[in-house]
């Protein structure tokens, strides 16, 4: 006789959580974290089907935590937060891209974790933010094209915090200020658009090996360590 297949249904978290395999969640099968909680996702992927609505749900007020996962076809407007809620990318997560997006939240990293953008574009909107948060936390973004930077839209929290940048084109729309942690240029990093450039973090960053930094005409860069 034949097993009929598991009842896909909507997955609720009210503490902390494994995922075992491979999951593909899809308006039929969403994601709702009804109390704070870590899914870790023990380097499994959570394929994010095309939608036109949110599939990733966080309650009021609930911090979300997802560590040592794969998120694939990741998009920010398939992420509710209701007020006051938080979803943080912790230690061993990788997102990826498929098409351009535009983040109008802030993306928090903690530990070690990478952004693959897949060559799309990523616009930061007005309240658009990456920050990389917690002491010690290393952000890896590659194959990216961002526009709308300006401020300190990409920012460390600590000093002992870096992000790298691989096969990065970055258009600013406005002067853009680094004040903390370090950057490290891995591959051909290319600062494009208006305004200015401005490194006033006290730490030492790096173009390594065989990397290459590309500044445009119209942008300038001004090192100004406070």
């Known amino acids: 006789y034949a097993l009929a297949p598991p009842p896909i249904a909507d997955i609720h978290f009210i503490g902390d959580g494994l995922l075992e395999t491979f999951l593909s969640i ?22 994010i089907s095309n939608a036109l609505q949110p599939l990733i749900f966080v309650d009021s007020n609930k911090t979300a935590h997802l560590t040592n996962i794969v998120l694939q076809n990741v998009s920010p407007d398939f992420i509710k ?8 990318f912790d230690d061993a997560t990788k997102i990826d891209f498929a098409k351009n997006e535009e983040l109008n939240t802030t ?9 693959n953008g897949h060559n799309h574009i990523l616009n930061l909107g007005e309240i658009g933010n990456i ?17 709308g930077v300006s401020g300190n839209k990409i920012r460390c929290f600590d ?12 258009h600013q729309d406005a002067t853009y200020g680094f004040t903390t942690g370090r950057f490290d240029v891995l591959g051909t990093v290319e600062l494009a658009g208006a305004g200015t450039f401005v490194y006033q973090s006290n730490r030492q960053s790096k173009v390594t090996a065989g990397a290459t930094l590309i ?11 406070i």
């Open 107 to 115: 993306w928090t990293c903690n530990g070690a974790v990478v952004i």
């Open 159 to 170: 000093n002992s915090s870096t992000v790298s940048f691989k096969n990065v084109t970055w």
């Open 26 to 47: 899809q308006p039929q099968q969403r994601i709702f974290f009804d109390e704070s909680a870590t899914l870790d996702g023990q380097t499994n992927v959570l394929y």
């Open 215 to 225: 500044l445009e005409h119209g942008l300038t860069f001004s090192y100004a360590p």
């Open 81 to 88: 937060l209701w007020d006051g809620a938080s979803l943080l």
């Open 131 to 147: 920050v990389v948060k917690a002491p010690g936390s290393s952000l890896l973004i590659e194959n990216v094209i961002f526009t």
